[in-house]
């Protein structure tokens, strides 16, 4: 839930696929570990906790479904006890075109801590939506997730 002065993340991309298609992506995780997180407990469902992991980081966050509109919205928490809302609407432009909104809110701290979580979250689903939108056009593995926060140098 949004709070009246706390940090609010939009972004949103076009991708040239049906909406069926790329509203699965987000939802079936043995597609969306190709280019976001590398392991879940499940597919998304309205009243489903789900547990996402990134590997290479050594890191995971657990997932509340708190409302799914079959290739039109979903609504989740995550990261408790630190609930952060976000939204992903998808808009078809067209039978073979589908626009992607993601809205992130709830996030805490002092100004400064919410504003740099709130520009770590745009980033990083910007690259999420970059990474959908290889995916499915051009049937690339973008591994932009992985790769924002390599290991160190040898």
């Not at 290739?71 to 589908?98: A, G, H, K, Q």
Request: with cysteine; proline share 6%.
């Amino acid at each position: 839930m949004h709070r009246e002065g706390e940090p609010v993340v939009r972004t949103g991309m076009l991708i040239r696929r049906p909406v069926e298609e790329v509203f699965e992506a987000i939802a079936d995780p043995s597609i969306t570990t190709k280019f976001w997180f590398t392991k879940s407990s499940g597919r998304l469902e309205a009243g489903k906790r789900i547990r996402w992991e990134w590997e290479m980081y050594g890191v995971g966050t657990d997932v509340d479904v708190l409302e799914i509109e079959i290739n039109r919205r979903i609504l989740l928490n995550w990261s408790p006890p630190d609930i952060n809302s976000v939204e992903w609407v998808f808009t078809p432009f067209s039978d073979s075109e589908t626009y992607v909104s993601v809205t992130n809110s709830g996030f805490k701290g002092d100004g400064d801590q919410a504003v740099q979580d709130a520009l770590d979250s745009m980033g990083g689903f910007t690259m999420v939506l970059c990474a959908l939108k290889a995916l499915l056009e051009h049937g690339i593995v973008l591994t932009v997730v992985a790769d924002k926060a390599p290991p160190e140098p040898v």
